[in-house]
């Protein structure tokens, strides 16, 4: 069968808002597995920011993660670079697991920016939290396509997905996809989505300050996608993902 047969298309689900001809070349079944042990912590960062002055490409990040019983798993990304940037994780917990994310997508020009996750909770008592924000201009789009899977005997699972979308200019756009499939009647599963436009009204409050539309519009940005990294203790990491985020809206400025 020929790559081409075997490529998706935006009629797959997971693909509904990706440039999927972008994906030529690229070697789909490259997974990347992550199995934490029961009792365990562990914590993850990715970043995808222009290479050499690079921001073209395609750059696909896959990730199958295993939980175990009362295990953690965190993992905080920013995707800030390539025509297409896409993260995707498959997560499975055990009793008493945790998976918690944070995800930043940023930019303009004609690209394609998104977290795509799929979490089942196979066990009890397992806790899930995922955070995105999306900020883009120009052409770009960000999107954010999560399912949540409770299978019937994992009860008092919790399980929450966030999602905000800010868009900078016309013409960008932003996309969320929550899904649940809950089979298990002791839960507690929530999702909200929201997309908007910088608040005029913050911005005529700081300008009014003395503080320069181009400062007031970053500092705006800034509290907007540190929703995502809150749950990051680590303040050097924390920075570093900041960072790189808001060099990208720099270069727009």
Not at 120 to 141: C, F
Request: hydrophobic share 40%.
């Amino acid at each position: 069968m020929s790559e081409a047969a075997t490529l998706p298309t935006r009629r797959d689900e997971p693909w509904r808002y990706s440039d999927t001809d972008a994906l030529a070349g690229i070697d789909l079944d490259d997974w990347r597995t992550v199995d934490v042990a029961p009792g365990e912590t562990l914590r993850e960062t990715l970043v995808v920011e222009d290479e050499n002055g690079n921001a073209d490409g395609t750059r696909l990040t896959r990730l199958r993660v295993s939980i175990g019983k009362g295990a953690r798993y965190e993992l905080f990304g920013v995707i800030a670079s390539a025509h297409l940037g896409r993260v995707e994780v498959e997560v499975t917990l055990a009793e008493g697991a945790h998976f918690e994310m944070g995800g930043i997508t940023v930019g303009g020009r004609d690209t394609v920016r998104e977290f795509v996750t799929r979490v089942v909770h196979a066990q009890p008592n397992a806790t899930s939290n995922q955070v995105v924000r999306s900020v883009h201009w120009g052409q770009g789009t960000g999107n954010f396509l999560g399912n949540i899977e409770v299978v019937r005997h994992a009860q008092k699972t919790d399980a929450a997905q966030s999602f905000k979308g800010l868009l900078l200019e016309k013409g960008a756009s932003v996309n969320a996809v929550p899904q649940l499939e809950i089979f298990a009647d002791d839960v507690k599963c929530a999702h909200g989505a929201s997309v908007g436009q910088m608040d005029e009204n913050a911005r005529f409050y700081m300008a009014a300050r003395g503080l320069s539309p181009d400062l007031s519009r970053r500092l705006l940005v800034q509290a907007f996608i540190g929703d995502a990294l809150v749950a990051l203790d680590d303040e050097a990491e924390h920075e570093r993902l900041l960072q790189v985020a808001l060099d990208k809206l720099d270069k727009h400025l």
